[in-house]
């Protein structure tokens, strides 16, 4: 099957952050979108028929989630991961956000250290602060072209915590962790009794010779005192369809979650055409995802060699995984703040910001390269023109 990724769709006035809410962000609408994690390709033919099915019958009540729906998102775990998820585990929320809220309302209290590894996603910290817990940071290291953890600091920090927001892979620093950081971060959260979230929505996009580990298939312990969240929305670009996945082996932990989000939260209904879109992805997308991923390890090839090449001061943190990594941009000598500005007012584009991700983000700028190739040359172009245009 051939796949298109280079056809340009037109995304304005379909009510996308991306393009529509970019002035909301960015202050104007017309700088290069390279930003929010969404990708401009349109998704499996499979997704879309499903949806016209769906569309076909005129009423849109409530749900219920039939075991054919669970049944494919473990099949699909078994094949990417080699994970042997029984669907009993597998419950639905609205997006892995909407997880992380509820696993935090569940299982802390008010005040409580909930532990996070910046720079990271930067809506761990603000779920975090908007629910009145407290954030303990875990600052990565950056060394050497690459981000690693500092167990030191990890290991004191998490004996302050009640929960462990840990990202694998980690957006934004790209990294696939391996089995023995994964092991030494197993390591300190056992002897600390600490509930891990594992935020792995990007754990399908991962790059040859890596290979990602599920957080619960590291021991029983990890099986049992995590709480899993992935979702088709990365891999299939469905985030607007509001469909994730949420894992939890331990039936009492399982329980008390579930119990909070049905009847405290009542956000357990379901989307009815995120439904038969998420299962046909699982079952169908196959070929289309192959496909993606040679089209994006494409673009960051290019995107490095173009770099390398025409502006050498910038440096791609050569992803191991997600298609929203970071450019290391310290060579450039701006502050934060200038930094931001340059990219955004000089360079014309609309990346996001090194500083939302929290400490150790300040001089990287991330890219999102699932898009036209054509838009990442013409990034390189408007770069290297910005960075001529100060000499
Ligand atoms: C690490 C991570 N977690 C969660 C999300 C958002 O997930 P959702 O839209 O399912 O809430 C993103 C989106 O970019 C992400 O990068």
Redesign the pocket.
Known sequence: MTINFDKVIERRNTNCSKYDGMAASFGRNDLLPLWI?DMDFPVPEAVTEAIKRRAEHPIYGYNIFPQGYYEAFCAWEKKRHNWDVDPAWVWHTP????ALSTAILTFTKEGDGVLIQPPV?F?FRSTIEALGRKVIDNQLRYEDGKFTMDFEDLAQKAAQAKLFVF?SPH?PSGRVWTKEELMRVHDICRKNELLVFS?E??SDIVYKQHSHTVFAQLSDWALHHSIVAM?P??TFNL?GLEM?HITIANDELRKQFQYYERFGLHVANGNSFGLGAAQAAYEHGEDWYQALLSYLKENLDYLDGALKARVPQVKLVYPEATY?PILDMQALGMEPEALKHFVWDEVGAALNAGTTFGPGGERFMRINVATQRKNLELFIEKLARALEARK
Not at 95 to 98: I, S
């Open positions: 994690a997006g892995v956000l909407t996603y809506p990202c957006n935020d929505i990007h979702a929305s990365k985030a994730s929203i």
